[in-house]
């Protein structure tokens, strides 16, 4: 079982950035994909950016150009700098990881909140 370790929220002001960090409890190279969604109260769960094992990197639209996803592979954690934030960007965001033949890990959620 993957066990994930989300660190780096808290609160800023728009324009302003934060850097999500994913810190996996074993080697990335074995995770297929990671991903990062962000949830809002009341509002579907939204796939911000995912990043797979050959480097693929996907990007929601509301993010490209303001998001980046990395890694790390010898600290087996992913990033996720976020710039220009904007109050929409406020919610919870979990990392998530894909494994062929395990399933879907989720880590435990950070809270970002952008002030206008």
């Known amino acids: 079982q993957v066990q994930l370790v989300e660190s780096g929220g808290g609160l800023v002001q728009a324009g302003g950035s934060l850097r999500l960090s994913c810190a996996a409890s074993?080697?990335?190279?074995?995770?297929?994909?990671v991903g990062w969604y962000r949830q809002v109260p009341g509002k579907q769960r939204e796939l911000v950016a995912r990043?797979?094992?050959?480097?693929?990197?996907y990007y929601a639209d509301s993010v490209k150009g303001r998001f980046t996803i990395s890694r790390d592979n010898a600290k087996n954690t992913v990033y996720l700098q976020m710039n220009s934030l904007k109050p929409e960007d406020t919610a919870v965001y979990y990392c998530?990881?894909?494994?062929?033949?395990?399933?879907?890990?989720w880590g435990q959620g950070t809270q970002v909140t952008v002030s206008s």
């Open positions: 074993e080697s990335i190279f074995s995770i297929n994909a």
């Open positions: 990043i797979t094992s050959d480097a693929y990197i």
């Open positions: 998530v990881a894909d494994k062929v033949g395990a399933g879907r890990y």
